[in-house]
């Protein structure tokens, strides 16, 4: 089984660059949620969605965009690049809500310079 | 918003030693959750609480969710080296907020050999 998958592992962006991280799931679940972690900030939550078509903000949304157009899938939008995006996401999901448990993927380190 | 306070920041310990986190939420929580994350992995779950006073037991861990339903705590007994890790809480606090789920900072736990 795989799980959440989340593509790229790394990557080097430039300041202003766009760019998407994917995030696919296979366990059908409703519930899905993006993070960002930080040193000595835990996870902080980005965006999230209830299920396909249905997004919405969490603490850190500026900057970032997503959309859920199937259940299986829930990419990240980073729209400018910024040196402060610099950081580690992690995808996971649920199966129904946040109050289940979450699978997280193996995380993308991204570095903007 | 919601706020998620976890101390300490960091624990060394020697192995055999025991070790507590501890947590505590500015409002009342409807679950609270416990994830691992081994250095350079993603998180893991753990255990959920959902209950006031509830506590459980994971061999020679034991979580406790408060009467109040705002703070909780993770104990090891006689910690190994395989017990090394950053440790999460996590709360949900339902109502507006049931779709975020938000973490603590985490809890470092260095064990010595």
């Known amino acids: 089984n795989a799980g959440v998958t989340q593509t790229p592992k790394f990557q080097v962006l430039k300041t202003g660059q766009s760019m998407t991280l994917q995030c696919a799931q296979d366990?059908?679940?409703?519930?899905m949620s993006w993070y960002r972690q930080d040193p000595g900030m835990g996870l902080r939550l980005i965006h999230y969605?209830?299920?396909?078509?249905?997004?919405d903000q969490g603490e850190v949304p500026n900057g970032y965009n997503v959309s859920r157009s199937t259940t299986e899938d829930f990419p990240l939008r980073l729209l400018s690049a910024a040196p402060s995006q610099t950081s580690v996401y992690f995808c996971a999901s649920s199966r129904t809500t946040a109050n289940t448990e979450a699978f997280f993927g193996q995380g993308t380190r991204l570095t903007v310079v | 918003g919601q706020q998620v306070m976890q101390i300490p920041q960091y624990q060394h310990v020697q192995e055999g030693e025991d070790f507590t986190t501890y947590c505590n939420s500015s409002?009342?929580?409807?679950?609270i959750q416990w994830y691992k994350q081994r250095p350079g992995g993603h998180p893991v779950f753990l255990i959920q609480?959902?209950?006031?006073?509830e506590v459980k037991k994971q061999k020679r861990l034991t979580f406790q969710f408060g009467e109040a339903k705002k703070n909780s705590s993770l104990h090891i007994t006689a910690t190994q080296t395989t017990d090394v890790g950053t440790y999460f809480c996590a709360g949900n606090a339902g109502g507006t907020s049931y779709g975020k789920l938000t973490f603590g900072q985490g809890t470092i736990l260095t064990v010595h050999p």
């Open positions: 409002t009342t929580l409807s679950n």
């Open positions: 969605s209830v299920g396909a078509g249905i997004t």
């Open positions: 609480l959902v209950k006031s006073g």
């Open positions: 366990m059908n679940h409703e519930y």
